[in-house]
Nanobody, 120 residues
């Protein structure tokens, strides 16, 4: 069994910063892409940022220059550092990982989500 556990999130004023962390644990052989998605009320879930095992990153345009994604392959963790937060960043943030288990099964895993609220 493989699980993703998120931490971080909370309430912050506009212009502030927050750090989201996600750790994968269990019977893991390798992890390909790890990323963060978000879903605001009444909206579809969208990819915020992703990072490959080689360190290549991509971001949605609305967070470029404000958010930074990083990962530690040895610890199977991914971090989203968010700064200059805006009220429109308010959403539930979900960690995602493309995992290959030790039994060589490929799985797309999701965390349970963590709420980020940015007040104006």
């Amino acid at each position: 069994q493989v699980t993703l556990v998120e931490s971080g999130g909370g309430l912050v004023q506009a212009g502030g910063s927050l750090r989201l962390s996600c750790a994968a644990s269990g019977s893991i052989f390798s992890i390909n892409t790890m990323g963060w998605y978000r879903q605001a009320p009444g909206q579809q879930r969208e990819l915020v940022a992703g990072v490959t095992s080689g360190g290549s990153t991509n971001y949605v345009d609305s967070v470029k220059g404000r958010f930074t994604i990083s990962r530690d392959n040895a610890k199977n963790t991914v971090v989203l550092q968010m700064s200059s937060l805006k009220p429109e960043d308010t959403a539930v943030y979900y960690c995602n990982a493309e995992v290959v288990t030790r039994g060589y099964y490929r799985m797309a895993l999701w965390g349970k989500g963590t709420l980020v609220t940015v007040s104006s």
